[in-house]
């Protein structure tokens, strides 16, 4: 049977920084409760994050400044409309990256994930124009998983090479979670503007024994936790709930589900967990009983991009595989809606 490789990734942000911004707008949706002010400040200290990246700042100028506007925030319809206009944007700068120097006409399958925005005809297409990639490529769109959707994906593409050894897919995931701020008085809501931003991941899959090797995928549906992480389309933009247990159902899920994907492999040298929030790696970390430099990778991409939905754990193996050792043995694993834990194992190739 044909192995599939992660040949290469490559990433794209918006331009602007926004994380101090949506701090303070945290803060003024709670200026009149202390107590709940000095819960949201403590979290904010402990986050681990520093950086964000959205297509305008809360409080920015031009469009930003008539986007959100206190007392009047946009509708799903205003929000789609940016999508439509700053999603296909990134996507090309991603794919441009990603494609440098490759022969376009060989690209023969594109894969797309997203679920912060939707239209049609829709990204898959623009790509196609915009980065000259042949009219006849195959398409398949995967929306509205939430952050594991890259993993699926991946899958995907693992599939798609092992029946069609000659086949290079394109596999993209692009998330603009900023355009879904919203005002509100629920601190679990505001406590989730915490950890959002916007990015864009795209990677080469394909036979060529070059970069990560595909070898498993597997699943752990984590038992009465469906309520825990919802994401529901509503007349102001895409409601997100993350829940303050979702890190103790991680730590227990994965603590009794581990043998599902640890057992009877190779040690694991490299891990690319999705940094679904500082709290959440930790529960990780505890779960698998790893050495607390495991996850730096991890850590690292929390603090310098927030958690950008189904890209995240993309941009985590992107930093891995530039300096991973010829055959080091990895994992990788997120998290979404279910509460699902998708899994990954691979290996560098020699």
């Known amino acids: 049977m044909t192995d599939a490789f992660i040949n290469r990734i490559a990433t794209a942000l918006p331009p602007h920084d926004v994380h101090q911004g949506f701090l303070d707008f945290g803060r003024r949706m709670l200026e009149d409760d202390n107590r709940r002010l000095a819960l949201f400040n403590r979290m904010a200290e402990r986050s681990g994050i520093s950086h964000r990246y ?16 206190p007392g009047a925030f946009p509708g799903t319809g205003a929000r789609m409309k940016l999508f439509e206009n700053f999603a296909p944007h990134l996507a090309t700068e991603a794919a441009e990256r990603l494609l440098a120097g490759e022969d376009r006409d060989r690209i023969t399958h594109l894969i797309v994930t997203c679920c912060t925005g939707f239209f049609a005809p829709g990204i898959d297409l623009q790509l196609v124009e915009r980065c000259g990639l042949s009219p006849a490529i195959e398409r398949t769109f995967v929306g509205f998983m939430g952050c594991y959707a890259a993993i699926n994906a991946l899958k995907l593409a693992r599939h798609i090479v092992r029946s069609e050894p000659g086949a290079r897919v394109l596999a993209m ?18 406590l989730s503007f915490l950890l959002f931003g916007d990015g864009c991941a ?10 990560a090797r595909m070898d498993s995928f597997k699943a752990a ?11 529901n389309i509503r007349e102001q933009g895409f409601d997100m709930v993350l829940s303050g247990g979702v890190p ?10 581990r043998s ?16 679904g929030g500082r709290t959440v790696l930790d529960a990780v970390e505890g779960a698998l009983e790893l050495p607390s430099t495991a996850l730096a990778a991890s850590r690292g991409v929390l603090r310098d991009f927030g958690n ?29 809606p279910g509460l699902v834990a998708e899994t990954m194992r691979f290996r560098m190739a020699a």
């Open 54 to 69: 959205s297509h305008f700042e809360p409080e920015g100028e031009g469009d930003a400044a008539h986007f959100y506007r």
């Open 173 to 190: 995931n692009l998330e603009l979670c900023t355009l879904h701020l919203h005002e509100t008085s629920d601190l679990e809501e505001i």
């Open 202 to 211: 795209a990677a080469l899959i394909s036979a060529d024994r070059i970069g």
């Open 221 to 231: 549906l984590l038992p009465g936790t469906a309520e825990l992480i919802r994401w």
């Open 248 to 257: 103790g159902a991680i730590r227990s899920g994965l603590a009794q589900a």
């Open 260 to 275: 599902t994907f640890l057992s009877d492999e190779a040690p694991i040298e490299l891990w690319a967990v999705h940094p």
């Open 308 to 336: 950008m939905s189904s890209s995240t754990v993309m941009f985590v193996l992107d930093r891995l595989m530039r300096d991973a050792a010829p055959g080091a043995s990895g994992c990788a694993m997120a998290f979404g």
